[in-house]
């Protein structure tokens, strides 16, 4: 775009020159993505840290995709779920919520459903969840109005992590297949398969050993193992109509709650903005990255706080080029300190 031409000079990187703009600022807004929670263990969706290998997540987080395999999006779900109830706030967290607390025209537009901002005490009235919360449920029918808030974990017994013994049970059923169809063959093959029997039974023997230490879950951040089809009884039901419950999230085609829309929208057009924080966040999906553009409108100067570096190259979304502070570093770090 034309502003992107017109950026000539590259973003300022000192602090000074941040701190001494911020002591004027009173408007201010910050719009965070998966990079926030980043250091408290919660892979992103982009990049090496990202979620669940072989499936892209953005393919998970679609109503087709809930309306085709229930059992695989809950699941996909559930284990986000665990880690996010396993993982803490972090000083990121804790920064923004002390942000809020001393300077009332502050707010957070959080793309996180991981409700790691709520539990850091960030005043709620000043943090907007743009995209839900994993522990919100509610009901697939469509004229049914039942939601709860549902911290239970797995929320359905069929939804818990599977240990990594039932997983050995599995390949153990693979491999014994595997070795009847070696027997079948010829003598010869017959000896060295009894001998590469005996020396996989020494081997497990030592695995069985340490089993009960190993019996902890399956990493389920970086394998696809998913449980065999769980049936819909079993997945979360709706008490009051037996339809099937969802995660309280917004999925990719689907809009953005209405009451957040219009208190952001009002906030973001009430007066003019002094300075947008854009933290953690790939800034690609929309409308959550158009509050950038919109914050510039209303006169604000952008802070950019990214893992990875500034790259004028139009390669990165806009929202991450046209900023007058780019931070490159993990935000944990960065936000206690630019922000004290
Ligand atoms: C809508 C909840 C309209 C679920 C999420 C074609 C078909 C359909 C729709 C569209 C289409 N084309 C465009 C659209 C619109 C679509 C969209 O924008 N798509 C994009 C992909 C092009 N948007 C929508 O569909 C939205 N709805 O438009 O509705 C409408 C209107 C009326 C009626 C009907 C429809 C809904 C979008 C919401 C989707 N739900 N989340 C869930 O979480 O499972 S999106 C999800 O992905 C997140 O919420 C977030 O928004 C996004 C992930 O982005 P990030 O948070 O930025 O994470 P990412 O991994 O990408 O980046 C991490 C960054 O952090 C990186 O830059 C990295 O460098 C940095 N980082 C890493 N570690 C650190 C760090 N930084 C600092 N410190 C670190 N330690
Ligand atoms: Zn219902």
């Not at 290998?53 to 229930?70: G, K």
């Not at 109005?145 to 069929?158: G, Q, S």
């Not at 050995?168 to 027997?183: G, I, L, R, S």
């Not at 008490?239 to 309280?248: A, E, F, Q, T």
Request: with cysteine; net charge negative; glycine share 6%.
């Amino acid at each position: 775009t034309t502003k992107q031409a017109a950026r000539v000079a590259l973003p300022l990187t000192d602090r000074e020159s941040f701190a001494a703009h911020l002591k004027t600022c009173r408007r201010i807004v910050a719009l965070v993505g998966a990079g926030l929670s980043a250091a408290s263990g919660l892979p992103t969706f982009r990049g090496a840290g990202g979620l669940w290998r072989t499936h892209d997540a953005t393919d998970l987080a679609t109503p087709e995709a809930f309306d085709e395999n229930p059992d695989l999006v809950w699941q996909f779900y559930s284990f986000r779920r665990h880690m996010a109830l396993k993982a803490a706030p972090n000083k990121g967290h804790y920064a923004l919520a002390e942000l809020s607390r001393k300077n009332r025209d502050f707010i957070t537009l959080s793309q996180n459903v991981d409700g790691l901002s709520q539990r850091a005490q960030h005043p709620p009235g000043q943090l907007h969840l743009l995209h839900g919360s994993l522990f919100d449920i509610k009901c697939t029918d469509f004229y049914c109005k039942y939601t709860r808030e549902d911290f239970t974990d797995p929320i359905v017994p069929a939804l818990a992590i599977p240990k990594k013994s039932s997983l050995k049970d599995n390949e153990k059923k693979e491999e014994k297949v595997m070795a009847q169809q070696t027997d079948k063959s010829d003598d010869d093959q017959e000896k060295k398969a009894e001998e590469d029997q005996k020396v996989g039974d020494e081997k497990k023997e030592c695995k069985e050993e340490n089993k009960d230490e190993s019996d902890e879950e399956i990493d389920i951040s970086d394998i696809s193992y998913h449980i065999p089809n769980i049936s819909n009884e079993e997945l979360p039901q709706c008490p009051d109509c037996k339809g099937l419950l969802r995660p309280g999230v917004v999925w990719f085609g689907e809009p953005l709650p209405t009451t957040t829309l219009e208190t952001v929208e009002n906030w973001m057009d009430s007066e003019p903005i002094d300075l947008m924080l854009v933290i953690g966040t790939s800034a690609q999906v929309y409308p959550a990255a158009g509050y950038v553009d919109e914050a510039r409108d209303q006169g604000a100067r952008v802070a950019v706080i990214n893992m990875e570096p500034y790259s004028p190259k139009n390669s990165r979304a806009e929202p991450l080029q046209d900023t007058d502070w780019f931070f490159e570093g993990d935000a944990s770090v960065i936000l206690p300190d630019i922000l004290k």
